[in-house]
């Protein structure tokens, strides 16, 4: 009976292993509270809004070329984030936004100009649709352009009348307003 007993236990299949099989988890959004960001130029440093939107404690990011400006709003914005860019040259938008949306992708824009020609208006132009994209893809943004009276400001005022209605149904809101001839920090 030994004999049977061992035969039984030789010729008897083995048990697999236990196999471990893998348990797919789906990931677990975690929400971070991320301040709204404003982005803003040079120009526009000292003006209310930009003030407002700091205070309400906004991620504030500021393009500009102006070394004197850019070293005021280091100064009158702590924690902005500064982006050195000629914004008058359309080669430089590309690399401009790109930087931006690795900052925060803002969902308000302060456009000013200290002078209101008409190359004042379309450095604004440019800019606002080169951040429109991600302001349309949110469904949620302001753009507030600030320059005084001139022709760039006719232009802009036309942009406004011409597109504003689509970009209003799309959440984006535009307007327009008289700047200073110098932001006051």
């Known amino acids: 009976m030994e004999g049977d007993a061992m035969t039984d236990t030789l010729l008897r299949p083995a048990r697999p292993a236990p196999v471990a099989v893998p348990v797919l988890v789906p990931p677990v959004a975690v929400a971070v509270a991320v301040p ?43 924690g902005a984030r500064l982006i050195w860019a000629d914004p008058r040259r359309s080669s430089e938008l590309y690399r401009l936004r790109q930087e931006v949306e690795a900052i925060a992708v ?25 951040l ?20 760039g400001r006719q232009a802009i005022a036309a942009f406004i009348a011409e597109i ?8 984006v809101t535009l307007a327009l307003t008289e700047a200073p001839q110098k932001a006051r920090v």
């Open 164 to 171: 504003g209605p689509a970009l209003r149904a799309d959440g």
């Open 36 to 78: 709204p960001a404003t982005f803003l130029t040079d120009s526009a440093i000292g003006l209310p809004e930009v003030l407002d939107d700091q205070a309400a404690g906004r991620r504030l990011i500021v393009a500009g070329d102006d070394p004197v400006a850019m070293s005021l709003g280091e100064l009158a914005l702590p």
């Open 106 to 130: 803002p969902d308000r824009l302060v456009l000013a100009q200290p002078e209101g020609s008409t190359a004042a208006g379309l450095t604004l132009l440019q800019l606002a649709l080169a």
């Open 132 to 151: 429109l994209p991600a302001l349309r893809a949110r469904k949620v943004g302001e753009i507030l352009f600030a320059l005084p009276e001139g022709e």
